[in-house]
């Protein structure tokens, strides 16, 4: 069983930053891909960023490509989405999912999830 906790999110205005962390718990970190999804009121959960289980490959989401970074830190079970040049319509409540190895982008490939955090963009 994995547990995956995200922090970091908060209210920002538009052009600024932040970094979300999501902190995961039990042995089998290193060995899987992990994401970042995010959902809106009234949206379905979108793919935002991913990262392979050794970080060599990164993925992302049109919307965010240039602004948002995706890394990870295996010795420290933790997965980090730096977001900069926020604008109103990345408000949404984020989440990290732990990939069984499928589908980078798709949102069934994802087992465990966090509970979320909620990021705030004023205009």
């Known amino acids: 069983q994995v547990q995956l906790v995200e922090s970091g999110g908060g209210l920002v205005q538009a052009g600024g930053s932040l970094r979300l962390s999501c902190a995961a718990s039990?042995?089998?970190?290193?060995?899987?891909?992990m994401g970042w999804f995010r959902q809106a009121p009234g949206k379905e959960r979108e793919f935002v960023a991913a990262?392979?289980?050794?970080?060599?490959?990164?993925y992302y989401g049109d919307s965010v490509k240039g602004r948002f970074t995706i890394s990870r830190d295996n010795a420290k079970n933790t997965v980090y989405l730096q977001m900069n040049s926020l604008k109103p319509e990345d408000t949404a409540v984020y989440y990290c999912?732990?990939?069984?190895?499928?589908?980078?982008?798709?949102?069934?490939?994802?087992?465990?999830w966090g509970q979320g955090t909620q990021v705030t963009v004023s205009s």
């Open positions: 999912a732990q990939n069984r190895g499928g589908t980078i982008y798709a949102r069934q490939e994802y087992t465990y």
């Open positions: 039990g042995r089998t970190f290193s060995r899987y891909g």
């Open positions: 990262i392979t289980w050794n970080g060599g490959i990164t």
